[in-house]
Nanobody, 114 residues
Framework: QVQLVESGGGLVQPGGSLRLSCAASGSIFRFNVMAWYRQAPGKERELVASIPDGDNTNYADSVKGRFTISRDAAKNTVYLQMNSLKPEDTAVYYC????????WGKGTLVTVSS
């Protein structure tokens, strides 16, 4: 059974940085696309950044220039480096992988607050 497990969330002050990681277990295939989504309280889940199996990246306008997505395809692992964090980045961040069907992690909470 394929599972995506996120780590690296936590509490950080505005302007700080965090690095999220997501590792896939139980998989013997490489995801076509891996991505990070987030869901803030009272809001819909939104795409933060995605990276296909070709290293072309895509970012939400709200995080461009601050967040960087990367992946280790051999390890089926995806990372999200988040810099210059703002209170509005506070959300549960979900890892996503696609290979014929969609796979989701359970999420990791990121709180940006002083």
């Amino acid at each position: 059974q394929v599972q995506l497990v996120e780590s690296g969330g936590g509490l950080v002050q505005p302007g700080g940085s965090l690095r999220l990681s997501c590792a896939a277990s139980g998989s013997i295939f490489r995801f076509n696309v891996m991505a990070w989504y987030r869901q803030a309280p009272g809001k819909e889940r939104e795409l933060v950044a995605s990276i296909p199996d070709g290293d072309n990246t895509n970012y939400a306008d709200s995080v461009k220039g601050r967040f960087t997505i990367s992946r280790d395809a051999a390890k089926n692992t995806v990372y999200l480096q988040m810099n210059s964090l703002k209170p509005e980045d506070t959300a549960v961040y979900y890892c996503y992988g696609s290979y014929y069907i969609n796979y989701w992690g359970k999420g990791t909470l990121v709180t940006v607050s002083s």
